[in-house]
T-cell receptor
Framework: KAGVTQTPRYLIKTRGQQVTLSCSPISGHRSVSWYQQTPGQGLQFLFEYFSETQRNKGNFPGRFSGRQFSNSRSEMNVSTLELGDSALYLC?????????????FGAGTRLSVL | AQRVTQPEKLLSVFKGAPVELKCNYSYSGSPELFWYVQYSRQRLQLLLRHISRESIKGFTADLNKGETSFHLKKPFAQEEDSAMYYCALSGAGGTSYGKLTFGQGTILTVHP
């Protein structure tokens, strides 16, 4: 089975721009979660999508949004980029997104905001 | 609120020595606990989870609800165990869908 695929791997943007990151889950997985990883804050949960619906959301401003398509692929969008948004963004897929499910991670998209 | 604490940012041991990576958690219900590992230039991957009660690569972890701990142990460390280790928690119910709460991670270095 192919693993979780994230594109692009690297992005450089300037303050005020917006960015879209893409995540293709493992075939058959319907839950996609997004995380932000920074040296200072570590891994923080952004949100989770299941069957095209956002079921859970972390403590991030509304500039961070996402969506999921009928084939379970997911996108994450960050508008009005700030310097502090520079981070590694990870997505993870699981079968159902329930408590005991194993999450499988992508390699991440490294976003640099200048 | 759920919280995971890994008190050691760095841990160094010699090959063949026992190793224990500490993890404490805070959660009001019944948590699901995981250990994830990230080897150099590889993606984050599951090492083990408490509900499986299995040993992976010689590592074991026991959930101690009384002490709210889920420490990772291996009796004889190997050089290939050098990596970043994350303890993670998932709760139950709607507020936990797809959400893992991670500790800050412990970098384990096993010296030859």
């Amino acid at each position: 089975k192919a693993g979780v695929t994230q594109t692009p791997r690297y992005l450089i943007k300037t303050r005020g721009q917006q960015v879209t990151l893409s995540c293709s889950p493992i075939s058959g997985h319907r839950s996609v979660s997004w995380y932000q990883q920074t040296p200072g804050q570590g891994l923080q949960f952004l949100f989770e999508y299941f069957s095209e619906t956002q079921r859970n959301k972390g403590n991030f401003p509304g500039r961070f949004s996402g969506r999921q398509f009928s084939n379970s692929r997911s996108e994450m969008n960050v508008s009005t980029l700030e310097l502090g948004d520079s981070a590694l963004y990870l997505c993870a897929s699981s079968l159902r997104g329930s408590g005991g499910d194993i999450q499988y991670f992508g390699a991440g998209t490294r976003l640099s905001v200048l | 609120a759920q919280r995971v604490t890994q008190p050691e940012k760095l841990l160094s041991v010699f090959k063949g020595a026992p190793v224990e990576l500490k993890c404490n958690y805070s959660y009001s219900g019944s948590p699901e606990l995981f250990w994830y590992v990230q080897y150099s230039r590889q993606r984050l991957q599951l090492l083990l989870r408490h509900i499986s009660r299995e040993s992976i690569k010689g590592f074991t972890a026991d959930l101690n609800k009384g002490e709210t701990s889920f420490h990772l142990k291996k009796p004889f460390a190997q050089e290939e165990d050098s990596a970043m280790y994350y303890c993670a928690l998932s709760g139950a119910g709607g507020t936990s869908y797809g959400k893992l709460t991670f500790g800050q991670g412990t970098i384990l270095t096993v010296h030859p």
